[in-house]
């Protein structure tokens, strides 16, 4: 059974930083792809970044692309999400997936579509205040 659990949101000011991490275990796949998503209240939820474990590209959506960066470490199956100059807009649940059988995320957008996904974390809650 493949099971992820996110860790690291909190509270923290407009501006600030916070470093997300998602630890998968029980993973079998060879090829495949950790995304990050968010869901604010009352909104449709919504795809962040993605990686690719077999080539380390990566993704990110219009909204935090220069602000946020994912990343992997493969050995420990741990995947992160640093986020800096954080708006409160930025403010919702955080939830990685994986998607099996994706070699690249290079300039692929679907990697940000949460329905292709086969697995979720609980998520974690990011606060940003003003």
């Known amino acids: 059974e493949v099971q992820l659990v996110e860790s690291g949101g909190g509270l923290v000011q407009a501006g600030g930083s916070l470093r997300l991490s998602c630890a998968v275990s029980?993973?079998?796949?060879?090829?495949?792809?950790i995304g990050w998503f968010r869901q604010a209240p009352g909104k449709e939820r919504e795809g962040v970044s993605c990686i690719s474990n077999d080539d380390g590209s990566t993704y990110y959506s219009d909204s935090v692309k220069d602000r946020f960066t994912i990343s992997s470490d493969n050995a420990k199956k741990m995947v992160y999400l640093r986020m800096n100059s954080l708006k409160p807009e930025d403010t919702a649940v955080y939830y990685c997936?994986?998607?099996?059988?994706?070699?690249?995320?290079?300039?692929?957008?679907?990697?940000?579509?949460?329905?292709?996904?086969?697995?979720w974390g609980p998520g974690t809650q990011v606060t940003v205040s003003s």
């Open positions: 997936a994986v998607v099996e059988g994706v070699t690249t995320v290079q300039a692929q957008p679907m990697c940000l579509i949460h329905l292709v996904y086969d697995y």
């Open positions: 029980v993973f079998t796949f060879d090829d495949y792809a």
